[in-house]
């Protein structure tokens, strides 16, 4: 079946630092989107992307849907301590209503 | 705060035990879904309703049963759990089944078999 590798696995950085994670598929996914888990809670939806190549920002976060359609990136911007949690990339291919997740890059944010 | 709420928040049961979880969402979607989530892992999914109707179950064991009453309203009835059903369950809805619809997750309920 689809797996969706996501690294790195866990960052430490520092307040204020960018950070980039990525997600790469054994196949080709028409959707991709970015989730973020705090501890407790549900994830939350970031940013959607649905086309090649597509670049879109919210706020400081910046994520790319790969050419290839086979990887998406996340970017963050100067870091503040409500970044930690654990982030989720998910993918979908087809018309099928099943989402693949990512494995999850966990980031802690040092003052 | 989360449009789709999940009710109990936390849930301790036997084995022998029959309880329900819900899920409510008042967005107007018409797929719901059913995650269960391991510590440290991503969700994995367990069932979808398009439209009031079942249209994946991933192989979920039958001691787990949905029930979608409503658009609104999403069950999932236990009973006779293992110990190694204690995870979080998530329930996420869209605006439908189809690709391009981002889904949205409810904060889950913790549940623990003793």
């Known amino acids: 079946g689809q797996q969706l590798n996501q690294s790195p696995q866990s960052m430490f950085i520092q307040e204020g630092e960018d950070v980039s994670m990525n997600c790469t598929s054994s196949?080709?996914?028409?959707?991709w989107l970015w989730y973020k888990q705090d501890p407790g809670e549900g994830p939350v939806l970031l940013i959607a992307?649905?086309?090649?190549?597509e670049l879109t920002s919210n706020g400081r976060l910046t994520a790319q849907f790969g050419i290839t359609r086979k990887d998406s990136f996340l970017n963050i911007s100067a870091s503040i301590p409500s970044d930690v949690g654990i982030y989720f990339c998910?993918?979908?291919?087809?018309?099928?209503?099943?989402?693949?997740f990512g494995t999850g890059t966990r980031l802690q944010v040092t003052l | 705060d989360t449009e789709v709420t999940q009710t109990p928040k936390h849930l301790v049961m036997g084995m022998t035990n029959k309880k329900s979880l819900k899920c409510e969402q008042h967005?107007?979607?018409?797929?719901m879904y059913w995650y269960k989530q391991k510590a440290k892992k991503p969700p994995e999914l367990m069932f979808v309703?398009?439209?009031?109707?079942?249209?994946i179950n991933e192989s979920v064991p039958s001691r787990f049963s949905p029930e979608c009453p409503n658009s609104s309203l999403l069950n999932l009835h236990l009973h006779a759990l293992q110990p190694e059903d204690s995870a979080l369950y998530l329930c996420?809805?869209?605006?439908?089944?189809?690709?391009?619809?981002?889904?949205?997750f409810g904060d889950g309920t913790r549940l623990s078999i003793l």
């Open positions: 196949s080709i996914f028409n959707t």
């Open positions: 998910a993918g979908r291919a087809g018309t099928a209503s099943k989402l693949t």
């Open positions: 992307l649905y086309k090649a190549g």
């Open positions: 309703y398009s439209y009031e109707k079942l249209s």
């Open positions: 996420a809805s869209s605006h439908s089944g189809g690709a391009g619809q981002p889904q949205h």
């Open positions: 967005m107007g979607h018409r797929a």
